[in-house]
Structures are given as structure tokens and as C-alpha cells.
């Protein structure tokens, strides 16, 4: 029997799985319960993967800005010309503070050579960064690095479209 574990004979048919009424009664228990665990998780990945779209999404709508955006202005770490290989370099690296993955003031255009062989060539884009934003703002962001790097930011898609809704439209 698949509910009590008794041996039985099926009397009913060969594919007969439990050995009486009780047990048929818990064995649609069972598979009722079986079926929302499997609901549950069927519906658990299926927003995973909304997530991990809207990241992916959210991440390319600000880096296009962000290029839109410092169009012309030097690589913010080298003071190298303005390039169209140019890429949205992070002040404070995405991995290390998710909750400022999105936020503008932590990402400008870099070259590649900074942005890529050079980590991020961080020393320089510090150095370099008030003049662009100004003293408050970079004040400001060194504060809120300082309380991300605490936390561990989980995005939420309300969060992720808000983000995009925000961003003036690029061209």
C-alpha cells in the first residue's frame, strides 16, 4: 500500500495502489498536496527567471544612458578622450554593493582599458568623480556604500521597472 506500507492484494485492479477506502482517502491527500508543492515551485522559477530578466534588462537600459549620457566627456578614471567603446564603469563594484548596481551617480563612462584590465582603475575614478558630481553628491554616495556594503540588496521587479520608468529616454 502506498499510504500504511502494508502488503496487500489488489481486489479492484492490478493497478490498485492502497489497500482500503482510508487509505485512498490519504492517498488524495498526499497527491492534492504533492500537486501545490509542485505549483509552489513551478511558480518559485518562473519568477526567478522574471527576476533575472528584469536585472538583465534594467542593467542594459542604465549602462545605455549612462553612455548616452557621458557622450563626449572623458573616461572618468584616465581622462582619456571620449571613445564609442566606451563602457559604464562602477565606482563601487556591482558584486561587492548590489544596492548601488543601478544608482547614477556610481556609474560613468570608462574606457576599457580601465574599466577591464584595470578593475575599474578605482583610485583614479575617486579622484576624479567630485568634479563630476560635486562634493555632496560624492559624499552622499560614499554614505550609502558604506550602509550597502552591511546589507545584501534582494531587487524586486517593482523595484527594477521603477528604476527603468525613472531613466530619461535615450535616444
Request: net charge positive.
Amino acid at each position: 500500500c502506498k499510504v500504511c506500507r502494508k502488503e496487500f492484494k489488489p481486489t479492484y485492479s492490478s493497478v490498485q495502489m492502497v489497500c482500503s477506502p482510508k487509505c485512498a482517502i490519504e492517498y488524495t491527500k498526499q497527491k492534492k498536496k504533492n500537486k501545490q508543492v509542485l505549483d509552489k515551485a513551478k511558480k518559485e522559477r518562473s519568477d526567478e527567471k522574471r527576476l533575472k530578466t528584469a536585472l538583465k534588462t534594467t542593467e542594459l537600459a542604465v549602462h545605455k544612458y549612462i553612455r548616452e549620457r557621458d557622450k563626449g566627456k572623458p573616461c572618468i578614471s584616465c581622462g582619456k578622450p571620449w571613445q564609442p567603446t566606451f563602457q559604464a564603469g562602477h565606482l563601487f563594484s556591482r558584486k561587492q554593493y548590489g544596492g548601488l548596481k543601478y544608482h547614477l551617480d556610481n556609474i560613468h563612462g570608462q574606457c576599457e582599458y580601465c574599466n577591464l584590465r584595470l578593475e575599474g582603475n578605482v583610485t583614479e575614478y575617486t579622484l576624479r568623480l567630485p568634479e563630476r558630481i560635486g562634493n555632496d553628491r560624492f559624499d552622499k554616495l560614499i554614505k550609502l556604500a558604506r550602509l550597502e556594503k552591511k546589507y545584501v540588496k534582494k531587487w524586486t521587479l517593482y523595484e527594477l521597472e521603477e528604476i527603468r520608468k525613472k531613466l530619461p529616454k535615450v535616444l
